[in-house]
């Protein structure tokens, strides 16, 4: 019986031990779970999602390049036959494009109209995210969002052909589309991200646009080159319909509906991010609005982005009938600018959080440096490009770039500036920020093409650069004379003290979009 009771008590101490390392597992969400923890691929399958938004919504900046005849408009009067003022051929990659052109009679300043119109819907969406993410979930909205984008574009050859209003519907539905992804992005990872690694896990997502727009440019051009414009519309969409079985098999919108996850995973995001009753404080609009610090960031966002809009719609324009670059060398030159600004966007994050960790320099005067300096570079390029003797077209991308660079210094500066001068409301002030700062996705194009459509010259690109060289300096200036990180007045709750933002966490509710964006760290991007 001694024997028998022993050897009882001994397999139920057995069972006991291998209980638990039965129960801390749902399973494996891949073969390497026990290296990769779920939510870590969870933002690499976001990545690659914006990898291929991005190359679906971008590729129509390439392929009107060479589906529309430049020489489409009416040639002005006191102009001679030629309609743009070409850089001279300076070698096989540099030649004239004049056998390149297209089939569809477009103006130029119809042109800058379908160039934006996909921010015209952009602009319109930002807020709804949030709300269909809490309806609906972030794997429905975000995969359907994405795969119905995809499908959009693919209607862009037979819409381009019936009517250029046929293809300003399919380019505003898209941008309508796409408005919902980043919000969903940030209601998913807002239960995902725990809040020493929220920044790590963003910053991993959104290396994606400037990776994307690297792939996108040479892609499309390659593809224009060798299978004809229509390509730029059916490839990237073929990659999304692979992305979205990955998304359909590893995301999910919160740990506890993973069927794969790690059970000690699932406890520690669970416990990190806190399962608190938060609550919904009423959003101050009028002090809101009446804050100049507030201002201070829409104004920042809106001049900054001109830079990054005018890339994105006019710079394959710029590179084939001003440099005169054909278009696999316009491709692959396009893409350099997007490399030094993920370049330039992680080196000044990492530089400011080692600063402001530091404690020696006011954070306000580390971000109002970082600003500056991206300011003065944009102005100075600018003013340079607009400048140049002669035609130098390799000195012009080189300047392209360097802009950028400079962009990516601005953002850095700003971002984070939500979080810290309004706790509570970051997420109100960031709408109404990116609100702002899509405005020049939609007047960057409409401006090229006014500008252009009766004056096709270098000149008149002289005058662009100049304008946009304005609109930098003067918003940069109100940028940083107004701009502040200390937490506003307004932005505080009763009984708070003075927080201390760099070493608290906050939940910070956006009562408008209905999401929350869910303690963030203010140090980095």
């Avoid at 430049?70 to 850089?87: E, H, I, R, W």
């Avoid at 959009?152 to 519907?169: E, N």
């Avoid at 499309?220 to 992305?243: C, K, Q, R, T």
């Avoid at 971000?367 to 490009?385: D, K, S, Y």
Wanted: with cysteine; charged share 15%; hydrophobic share 45%.
């Amino acid at each position: 019986m001694g024997m028998e009771s022993k050897e009882m008590t001994s397999s139920n101490v057995d069972k006991n031990e291998t209980k638990p390392d039965e129960d801390s597992k749902k399973g494996s969400c891949c073969l390497l779970a026990d290296k990769i923890p779920a939510r870590y691929i969870l933002s690499g399958v976001f990545f690659l999602g914006i990898i291929s938004l991005v190359t679906i919504r971008n590729g129509f900046s390439v392929a009107i390049v060479v589906m529309v005849n430049s020489s489409s408009s009416a040639t002005p009067a006191n102009q001679s036959a030629a309609v743009y003022q070409l850089c001279p051929s300076s070698g096989s990659g540099n030649t004239s494009t004049q056998n390149e052109e297209g089939e569809l009679e477009w103006s130029k300043s119809l042109r800058g109209t379908l160039l934006g119109a996909y921010y015209y819907g952009y602009i319109i969406t930002q807020v709804v995210g949030g709300v269909l993410e809490q309806k609906l979930g972030g794997k429905i909205v975000y995969g359907t969002g994405i795969l119905a984008i995809a499908a959009l574009d693919a209607l862009g050859p037979v819409a381009s052909r019936t009517s250029p209003w046929a293809m300003f519907a399919v380019r505003f539905t898209m941008g309508l589309v796409s408005g919902v992804l980043f919000p969903t992005m940030y209601g998913v990872l807002g239960r995902w991200a725990p809040p020493t690694e929220r920044t790590r896990l963003l910053a991993f997502c959104y290396i994606g646009l400037p990776i994307g727009n690297f792939i996108n440019y040479p892609l499309a051009s390659f593809l224009a080159a060798e299978l004809g414009w229509d390509a730029i519309f059916y490839v990237p969409g073929a990659f999304a319909a692979a992305w979205l079985v990955v998304w359909l098999l590893l995301a999910y919108d919160s740990p506890a509906k993973h069927p794969r996850i790690l059970e000690e995973e699932q406890k520690y995001i669970e416990e990190s991010t806190g399962v608190k009753v938060q609550q919904k404080p009423r959003v101050p609009w009028l002090k809101v609005f009446s804050s100049l610090p507030a201002w201070a960031l829409i104004v920042g966002q809106f001049y900054s982005n001109w830079s990054k809009y005018f890339l994105l719609t006019q710079l394959p324009n710029y590179m084939k009938n001003v440099l005169g670059f054909n278009i696999r060398t316009n491709g692959l030159l396009s893409a350099l600018p997007f490399l030094l600004e993920m370049v330039s966007m992680l080196a000044s994050s990492v530089a400011a959080d080692r600063l402001i960790q530091g404690g020696k320099i006011p954070k306000v005067w580390i971000r109002r440096v970082i600003v500056i300096t991206g300011c003065i570079g944009m102005v100075t390029c600018g003013l340079v490009l607009a400048n140049l003797s002669g035609c130098n077209p390799f000195v012009a991308v080189a300047l392209l770039c360097l802009l950028q660079a400079f962009y990516a210094l601005t953002t850095s500066g700003m971002r984070a500036v939500h979080v810290e001068f309004a706790p509570r409301f970051s997420g109100v002030t960031f709408a109404l920020a990116n609100t702002a700062g899509t405005l020049p996705g939609i007047f960057a194009p409409l401006l090229v093409g006014f500008i252009t459509e009766n004056d096709p010259t270098v000149g008149a690109w002289s005058k662009i650069f100049y304008i946009g060289a304005a609109i930098q300096g003067l918003g940069g200036i109100f940028t940083v004379v107004f701009m502040r990180t200390d937490v506003q007045p307004w932005a505080r709750g009763e009984g708070d003290g003075e927080p201390n933002i760099d070493d608290k966490d906050f939940v910070i509710t956006n009562e408008h979009a209905e999401k929350q964006v869910v303690e963030m760290l203010s140090t980095k991007l």
